[in-house]
């Protein structure tokens, strides 16, 4: 079992910047690679960004590529996702889940945090 908690979401003008922190916590966290969603008022549920359990591999959505950069630290069991130059599209809520697989699929992963919420203004 793995439980997951996102904070850090909130509201940003276009152009800032928001940092997301997820920390998970369960025996086996370790064990699992990790990413990050967003859902949109009236869509699906879409990765964002995703990384390794090692630290070693990450892939990103084309429309974060070079705005968005995903991190991880395993000693304090939390990843991250820094935002820069948001814009009023990226608004949406922001879930941090793990998998077994480094994987852009989202039924890949089994373990979901409550959510967090990202409004950007123009």
């Known amino acids: 079992q793995v439980q997951l908690v996102e904070s850090g979401g909130g509201l940003a003008q276009a152009g800032g910047s928001l940092r997301l922190s997820c920390a998970a916590s369960g025996r086996t966290y370790n064990n699992y690679h990790m990413g990050w969603f967003r859902q949109a008022p009236g869509k699906e549920r879409e990765l964002v960004a995703a990384i390794s359990r090692s630290g070693s591999r990450t892939t990103y959505a084309d429309s974060v590529k070079g705005r968005f950069t995903i991190s991880s630290d395993n000693r304090k069991n939390t990843m991250y996702l820094q935002m820069n130059n948001l814009k009023p599209e990226d608004t949406a809520v922001y879930y941090c889940?793990?998998?077994?697989?480094?994987?852009?699929?989202?039924?890949?992963?089994?373990?979901w945090g409550q959510g967090t919420q990202v409004t950007v203004s123009s």
């Open positions: 889940a793990v998998s077994p697989y480094f994987s852009q699929v989202r039924e890949d992963y089994n373990y």
